[in-house]
Nanobody, 122 residues
Framework: QVQLVESGGGLVQPGGSLRLSCAASGSTFSSYAMGWYRQAPGKQRELVAVISRGGSTNYADSVKGRFTISRDNAKNTVYLQMNSLKPEDTAVYYC????????????????WGQGTQVTVSS
């Protein structure tokens, strides 16, 4: 069992940056791969970044080159650095604990945070 709490969302202008954090507690954080999902109004939840237990990373094409996922196992925290933000990045962002090495192979366990809103607008 693992509990996840996201933070760091907010309102930012196009071209700006935000850093999301997801703090984990309750289980062995380092034993999980971690993923960041987002869900925009009226759309399905989308997996945008994955980091494996060993630290390898993989991204959806929509965010590749702009977003960076990282993890600090000593702090039980996963991050999502988001640069060059676009209005289409507006969504609620969720972190998840699961297994897998890539966007294509990631399997989410039923461990979700409450989400943090990211709004990109001028």
């Amino acid at each position: 069992q693992v509990q996840l709490v996201e933070s760091g969302g907010g309102l930012v202008q196009p071209g700006g940056s935000l850093r999301l954090s997801c703090a984990a507690s309750g289980s062995t954080f380092s034993s999980y791969a971690m993923g960041w999902y987002r869900q925009a109004p009226g759309k399905q939840r989308e997996l945008v970044a994955v980091i494996s237990r060993g630290g390898s990373t993989n991204y959806a094409d929509s965010v590749k080159g702009r977003f960076t996922i990282s993890r600090d196992n000593a702090k039980n925290t996963v991050y999502l650095q988001m640069n060059s933000l676009k209005p289409e990045d507006t969504a609620v962002y969720y972190c998840n604990a699961g297994r897998g090495l890539s966007i294509a192979t990631y399997y989410p366990y039923d461990y979700w945070g409450q989400g943090t809103q990211v709004t990109v607008s001028s």
